[in-house]
């Protein structure tokens, strides 16, 4: 079945450093992938998305690029701030019996003065 | 606001009882999700609806049991509860459940004492 794996956390940064937060994924069609944030005690957010391959989505000075070529969806930011702070989890969804959404195990972030 | 709504925000119950929490989709969206989260397993996803029917079946315990109603609000129903089911219970409606975005509920925290 179609599963995403996300690079090992937490992260903790410094205000203004840049960000790289690592997601592949394996899918037996051609998923649409997504990144979401859950800031604490909240439920998940869409931040953005992409559809087909070499499509850039963006979102909140965030930024992803569908690779179906190295079958990877890296979330970057130029320059993170506190309110960054936050877990960030990758995620797919198929066609047919695979639409669901799939979840990488999510990362914590941690944006610090 | 990501205008997926569920109730009860919270629910504390004893273990043995059985309990019903209520999710109303997005205005338009046919396709209803329930996803799992808690500390040591993550984000896991449960089952998926689609206009009435069931779609997808994820890691969802036999004693769990789920439906979506002809209004397109749905129902996951836990029985047997026991001090394991504790975690937060998540909603998420897309407009067709295929390759596109979820949205996401703010999730019915349930404790089981």
């Known amino acids: 079945g179609d599963s995403v794996t996300q690079m090992e956390g937490p992260v903790t940064l410094s205000e203004e450093a840049f960000l790289t937060i690592n997601c592949t994924y394996t899918a037996t069609g051609y998923p649409s992938l997504f990144w979401y944030v859950q800031y604490p005690g909240e439920g998940l957010q869409l931040l953005l998305k992409?559809?087909?391959?070499?499509d850039k989505g963006s979102n909140k000075g965030f930024e992803a690029t569908y690779r179906k070529e190295t079958t990877s969806f890296h979330l970057e930011k130029g320059s993170v701030q506190v309110s960054d702070s936050a877990v960030y989890f990758c995620a797919l969804s198929d066609y047919g019996a695979n639409s669901k959404l799939t979840f990488g195990k999510g990362i914590t972030l941690s944006v610090r003065p | 606001d990501s205008g997926v709504t569920q109730t009860p925000k919270h629910l504390i119950t004893a273990t043995g009882q059985r309990v019903t929490l209520r999710c109303s989709p997005r205005?338009?969206?046919?396709?209803v999700y329930w996803y799992q989260q808690s500390l040591d397993q993550g984000l896991q996803f449960l089952i998926q609806?689609?206009?009435?029917?069931?779609?997808a079946k994820g890691n969802i315990l036999e004693r769990f049991s789920a439906q979506q109603f002809p209004d397109l609000h749905s129902e996951l129903n836990l029985s047997s509860l026991e001090l394991g089911d504790s975690a937060l219970y998540f909603c998420?409606?897309?407009?067709?459940?295929?390759?596109?975005?979820?949205?996401f509920g703010q999730g019915t925290r349930l404790t089981v004492v």
């Open positions: 609806y689609y206009n009435g029917e069931e779609r």
């Open positions: 205005s338009g969206d046919l396709s």
């Open positions: 992409a559809t087909k391959a070499d």
């Open positions: 998420a409606s897309s407009v067709d459940g295929t390759r596109t975005e979820a949205f």
